[in-house]
Each structure stands twice: as structure tokens, then as C-alpha cells.
């Protein structure tokens, strides 16, 4: 039986667009756009310039989100959801703009952090890309370079061989990198060279980071490239892409001054947009086609509002994509903790020791695919503190993590792994500790619940030996009961077992044993 199609809206509030898409979902291959809005905004420039956005402007914005919420209603949309990226993220009364908006719309806004934007965006440009090799276009076996230029942030992230590889977010937007200059500076003779070299200064030291990977394709994105594709006198085919050679961008490039000069007729063609994306762009552009020497180069009109509505089909319906993309997640997870200290096969099977434990406890205990996931990110990095002090290796992991872009995961998400990591030995959770009190109360009852089975997990491979094989896993009554094989002497792993398995009880109010066949 065919399932249902799904039937939503998705908003996004941008820096420099407010959107809305209305869509008829059936699978991430099958969506039928209903409804499609874009009106251009400039309440970013303002947030960038003052830090926050004046009560007029928010009121203009409110005004703005009523209009789409009746919309919502005409096409009697009943399920949305409303993000907001870096417009409302870098605001310092964010809250106040968002409680403004829930009193005046009743809309409740998700902001997203600066990696779970990137991440909907790559889901989508890597599974279009995927499609597209169907077709036997691009073939995923190539090293790919993604990067996506927003207003507020770039993304760059690498594939390698068909696996991610590296990703590192920038706050160096387009709109961002206007805002670095006056007004005066901007229209000065001198304005070309400034730019270029603080673009230089700060995207210098990623390169040696990126090239380590011998990206072959380049591909851009963001809400540039439409015009982007104009300065190059390129046209987007069907799958909403377009190949270029580096040559065709620097004989483009040559006649940027003219580009320049002729405001008036850009702005008439391209609208205001061309004054705040297009210029930063363009210089973007050539600082990476300077250190990336290919000439396989794909521009991707993909849109932030295209990639969230996809994503929100897919996890809705829990497709398969998804599990597949948590698996890169991942294997990019371990690339991190390979830069600090990572024991491969320790690491392994503790990993294998979560799936079968979490697998079973799932059944009862109200943990999800989602608290594995973040389980399993937290044993490949709770080691990579010992890279900078083996004293108090569960603080530095604890600050590395935070202080590190973790794709796939956000910032509360990332606050849950840190502290596993940081109460993994040794101490256990306080109420006024840092890394415990950072968290919501619900984010602090996952968080109790995934440092009690990592406890125990760690104990079982304690010697770092892979002692104990062939593990099952049964919830009998009232009792967790984990069986194993073994050649070797155990004693050290169920002495500290033993000793871990008290917290278990405590927060599961289930029995944990460890028996030996």
C-alpha cells in the first residue's frame, strides 16, 4: 500500500530573504512544490552592523511572517516549521525577536547554529549530486569540495572516495564581509585589493587542511550562485547545476571593473541582492580557484529553504538517506579524534558494545536512534583530551569538543557530548558543575542516561585488549543481562563493571550484570 503523502510548509528567515515553501512530500526523490515565496529582506545588514534588530524592524518582520502564515492558511497547510539562521543568530535580542514573533504570528522559530545549516545544505547538494550520478554525471568516487557562501558564514566540506572527510565552517559571509567596511571604504579605488587580501588572510590557513585531500571537483552553493551563473554567462541545466572551468571564471573575472562600474544597470538587473552578495562573491571565488587547481567545477542552485524542506520529508518519514548520512557523520567524527588521539579498536568495539545495549534498552526505556548516534560520537572523542594533558584529559575533551564545529549535530546536541566525555571516568554528574549545568533539564536526563551506559561499556573493554566476543544483550524482568565469550582473563573488566553498574541501576532502576558463558 502507497504510504500518504505529507503535506507542510517550511519558512526560513534569512539575512537577506524571507521564504516560504509549501510542499506535497513523498519520498526525498518525489516532492511537488505547491507554493513558492521569496521576498528580499535587509534586516541583516542591520543585525551585522548594530548586533541586534531595532523594534521597528521587528515589527516590519512580524508584519512580513503574518502574511505567510495566511498563505499557510489559504492552501490550509496545517503542519510548518519556521528556522532562522544567521539573522537571528548573531542578534543579541534574539530571544526578545523571538518571542515577539510567537506573541504577534504565534510562529515558534527554531534557530539553527552555523553547523546544522551547512549540514541541511550539504544533506541535500550530496544527495542531488548522488541522483545526478544515476544519470552517470558526476561520480561520487571523485574528492569533492563543497563549499557554500551564505550571507553569514561559508561551509566547506570534503568528501573523499565516496566518504566525508572534513568540514570547517567560516564566519565570513558575503554580507558579513561587506559589514567589515565603511560605507566610504567600500566605494573607495582601493576596495578590490582590501577585500581580497582579508579574504586571503583568513581562508589562508584552511588550505592546508583541505588540500591533504587532492580535491578534483569543486562545488559552490549558496544564495549567490544564480548570480553567479550571470557574471559567467552561464545557464543552469535541468538538475539546477552548471559545470565551469577555472579559465571561464578568470575571463569573467578580467572584466569585473566593468561589472563594477555599471551599477545602476546590475542593480536593475539583479535587484538590490547584487549590491550585498555579488561583489564578496566573486572575490570568494577567486581565492579558492587560486588554491584549488582543477578545472572540474560545478556551480549548485540549491537553496537553504530547497535543502531544510527536503531534510524535513526525509526525517519525518525516517528514510534510509538519513541513517546513511549519520554514518558519514561519523566516519568525519573519527577524522577529528584522529588529530588529537584515537584508539582505533578500542573505540570499535565499544562502539559495537552501544549498538547491541542501546538495541535492546530502546525497547523500554524511551532512548532513540538519535541518543545512539550521539553515544557513539562521544566514544570515538572521549579520548582526544589526552592530546593536550593526560591529567585532566576529560576537561580538555570536554573544551575541544565545544570549541569544535561537530557536523550533523547541534549546539545542545554537541553540549551532551562534551559532558559525556567530561564525566566518562572518575566524577560523576553535579548539579552545579559547569559541564552539567549547561544543559536543559531534559538534555540532562539523556545526558544521565548515555553516561551511565558508556560507564559500563568503557569497563567492558577497560584493558583495551577486546577481551570479552560474541556479547547478547537481554532485558529479563528487572534485570540487564550482558553474556559473553571469552580466552582470556576477565577479572579486570567485571571488577570495574562492578563498580560502574551502580549508576546504571540508579538512573535505568534495572539490575546490570555481566556474565561470562
Not at 588529530?339 to 570499535?348: G, L, M, P, R, V
Not at 560520537?377 to 575541544?400: A, H
Amino acid at each position: 500500500m502507497e504510504k500518504k503523502a505529507l503535506f507542510y510548509g517550511i519558512i526560513h528567515i534569512g539575512s537577506s530573504n524571507l521564504s516560504l515553501r509549501i510542499v506535497e512530500y513523498k519520498n526525498i526523490d518525489n516532492i511537488n512544490v505547491i507554493e513558492e515565496v521569496k521576498k528580499h529582506i535587509t534586516f541583516g545588514e542591520e543585525v551585522f552592523h548594530n548586533g541586534k534588530l531595532s523594534f521597528d524592524s521587528i515589527l516590519e518582520l512580524c508584519k512580513m511572517l503574518k502574511g505567510l502564515k495566511q498563505l499557510l492558511s489559504d492552501y490550509q497547510v496545517k503542519v510548518y516549521s519556521v528556522y532562522a539562521t544567521s539573522l537571528l543568530r548573531e542578534a543579541e535580542n534574539k530571544r526578545a525577536i523571538i518571542d515577539l514573533i510567537r506573541v504577534h504570528t504565534g510562529f515558534r522559530v527554531q534557530v539553527l547554529d552555523m553547523p546544522q545549516e551547512i549540514y541541511f545544505k550539504h544533506f541535500a547538494l550530496q544527495h542531488i549530486l548522488r541522483v545526478s550520478n544515476s544519470k552517470k554525471l558526476y561520480s561520487p568516487n571523485f574528492n569533492f569540495l563543497f563549499i557554500d557562501i551564505t550571507s553569514g558564514c561559508i561551509g566547506l566540506t570534503v568528501w573523499e572516495n565516496g566518504v566525508l572527510r572534513y568540514q570547517h565552517n567560516i564566519h565570513i559571509g558575503t554580507l558579513r564581509l561587506l559589514e567589515t567596511f565603511s560605507v566610504n571604504q567600500r566605494d573607495s579605488q582601493d576596495f578590490s585589493i582590501a577585500i581580497e587580501e582579508y579574504i586571503h588572510a583568513i581562508m589562508t590557513p584552511l588550505w592546508k587542511f583541505v588540500l591533504q585531500y587532492n580535491p578534483e571537483y569543486v562545488v559552490f552553493s549558496g544564495s549567490e550562485s544564480r548570480i553567479m551563473t550571470e557574471f559567467l554567462e552561464l545557464k543552469m541545466n535541468v538538475d539546477n547545476m552548471v559545470s565551469f572551468k577555472s579559465s571561464d571564471f578568470y575571463k569573467s573575472y578580467t572584466k569585473l571593473n566593468h561589472f563594477v562600474f555599471n551599477k545602476s544597470k546590475n542593480i536593475s538587473k539583479y535587484g538590490i541582492f547584487w549590491k550585498y552578495g555579488v561583489l564578496p562573491t566573486i572575490y570568494l571565488y577567486k581565492e579558492i580557484l587560486e588554491n584549488i587547481k582543477t578545472d572540474k567545477i560545478l556551480i549548485m542552485g540549491t537553496t537553504f529553504i530547497e535543502a531544510v524542506a527536503m531534510f524535513y520529508g526525509a526525517e519525518k518519514t525516517n528514510d534510509s538517506v538519513l541513517s546513511n548520512m549519520r554514518t558519514q557523520n561519523l566516519e568525519l567524527t573519527r577524522s577529528i579524534a584522529s588529530c588529537y588521539f584515537y584508539e582505533h579498536e578500542h573505540a570499535k568495539i565499544m562502539e559495537s558494545f552501544c549498538f547491541t545495549i542501546l538495541n535492546e534498552l530502546k525497547k523500554k526505556n524511551g532512548l532513540t536512534n538519535r541518543d545512539e548516534f550521539l553515544l557513539r560520537m562521544s566514544i570515538i572523542l572521549y579520548q582526544i583530551g589526552k592530546f593536550v594533558n593526560l591529567l585532566d584529559s576529560y576537561k580538555q575533551g570536554w573544551n575541544l569538543i565545544r570549541s569544535t564545529d561537530v557536523f550533523g549535530i547541534s549546539e545542545k546536541e554537541k553540549d551532551i557530548v562534551a559532558c559525556i566525555v567530561y564525566y566518562a571516568q572518575g566524577v560523576f554528574p553535579h548539579e552545579k558543575e559547569t559541564p552539567f549545568a549547561l544543559l536543559t533539564d531534559s538534555a540532562k536526563m539523556t545526558a544521565l542516561k548515555l553516561i551511565a551506559i558508556f560507564r559500563m561499556i568503557l569497563a567492558m573493554d577497560i584493558s583495551r585488549k577486546q577481551k570479552l566476543k560474541n556479547m547478547t544483550v537481554k532485558i529479563d524482568s528487572d534485570k540487564l543481562v550482558i553474556n559473553y565469550d571469552s580466552y582470556q582473563n576477565t577479572s579486570l573488566e567485571e571488577w570495574i563493571f562492578e563498580k560502574e553498574k551502580e549508576f546504571f541501576q540508579n538512573i535505568f532502576g534495572i539490575e546490570a550484570r555481566l556474565e561470562r558463558r
